[in-house]
């Protein structure tokens, strides 16, 4: 059958720009591509249902952890989220969503920071445990590099027990001055912030984290210990903890008002100082994002509006983790 010699086709490679980008933080084609062809393997596995397999990229979140880094399995899975790339698409997810419901509801729209996905657990307000996503089940312990990221509290204002999600990143200055050193230096320069703070964070010497000026907005709670009954209201508690969250966040009753905000980022983000690579709805209660639930990798609750690509390969730093 040719679309099952397809399906292999595609996996292979999807394999392969996996392993590139998770695990050696060094991709070798624009994520405009690897989209393109995760679309047509979700397209055909739609259509040959029977042909999908626990393996299939379109099951698999990230990749495996490296065994460089102590292993940490997180309380709860540490998800992808679905990808929506025009307004039929968007307008399709938030009909999906009511049709589910049976009635509206309410969403959130945020800034889709461009680093990655990590998760810090305070127990009675410190730090003890900062993760990377690694497969969605298992992550690397990365705490000690984390603590180095000076907006990250080590401690916060209140003995609170919580584990929650955010997004390193690095800032466009960092990322621009770091090149130009590694330029003078003659070294391999980093292909975009998202893998220069990938390849920071993923350092065994925290001396080399510390000095590439990375930060993290927080986006979310794992386990809800808190007393929110709302994305946005937890997002409210976790800025009153002293946890860097972003501001740019916006609740939207309508998907115009979710096409109005993507509009106005889509003209805004380069004037950020960081880069987002899209725009993620949420819904916006708990007890609806319960209600609707999970496939074997993302929620359907959620979902990720990406940009039209920008980005150009260029060589990428090799990260050495024997060091
Ligand atoms: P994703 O990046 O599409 O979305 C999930 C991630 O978004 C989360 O893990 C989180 O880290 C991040 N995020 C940022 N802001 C957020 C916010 N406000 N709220 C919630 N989450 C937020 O999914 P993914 O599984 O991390 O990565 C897949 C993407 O990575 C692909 O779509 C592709 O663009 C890229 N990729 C590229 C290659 C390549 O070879 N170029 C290979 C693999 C993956």
Redesign the pocket.
């Known amino acids: 059958m040719i679309e099952q010699a397809r399906i292999e086709e595609l996996r292979q490679k999807?394999n392969q720009?996996?392993y590139?980008?998770?695990v050696k933080d060094q991709?070798?084609?624009?994520?405009?591509?690897?989209?393109q062809l995760?679309r047509e393997l979700t397209d055909l596995e739609t259509q040959h249902p029977e042909l999908i397999t626990a393996d299939s990229p379109t099951q698999r979140?990230?990749a495996a952890p490296l065994d460089a880094f102590e292993k940490v399995t997180h309380d709860l899975p540490?998800?992808?989220?679905g990808?929506v790339f025009d307004e039929t698409e968007i307008r399709e997810w938030v009909a999906r969503i009511e049709r589910s419901l049976g009635r509206a509801t309410t969403y959130v729209a945020?800034?889709?920071?461009?680093?990655?996905?990590i998760s810090l657990k305070y127990e009675e307000g410190r730090l003890v445990r900062g993760a990377t996503?690694g497969d969605g089940t298992v992550g690397e312990n990365i705490t000690q590099n984390l603590r180095t990221i000076k907006a990250l509290p080590l401690r916060l204002r209140q003995n609170e027990t919580v584990e929650v999600?955010g997004?390193a990143y690095m800032p466009k200055q960092s990322f621009e001055r770091l090149n130009e050193d590694r330029a003078a230096r003659e070294e391999a320069l980093f292909a975009n912030p998202r893998n220069a703070a990938a390849g920071s964070l993923r350092q065994l010497d925290s001396s080399i984290t510390a000095s590439r000026n990375l930060s993290v907005?927080v986006?979310?709670v794992g386990v809800n210990t808190l007393s929110a009954r709302s994305h946005s209201e937890a997002m409210l508690q976790l800025a009153e903890l002293g946890l860097p969250t972003?501001n740019e966040?916006q609740t939207c009753e309508t998907v115009e008002e979710i096409l109005a905000y993507i509009q106005h980022w889509t003209r805004e983000r380069s004037n950020l100082p960081y880069e987002?690579?899209?725009i993620?709805l949420?819904v916006d209660r708990y007890d609806d994002q319960e209600e609707l639930g999970f496939t074997a990798k993302?929620p359907r609750f959620?979902t990720?509006y990406?940009f039209a690509a920008e980005e150009v390969m260029t060589t990428v730093e090799e990260v050495d983790f024997s060091v």
């Open positions: 999807l720009y996996n590139e980008y998770y991709p070798t084609v624009p994520d405009s591509t690897y989209d995760l979140v990230g540490m998800l992808s989220l990808n945020e800034l889709k920071f461009d680093g990655l996905a996503r999600r997004e907005f986006y979310g972003n966040m987002i690579d899209g993620v949420k993302s959620a990720a990406k």
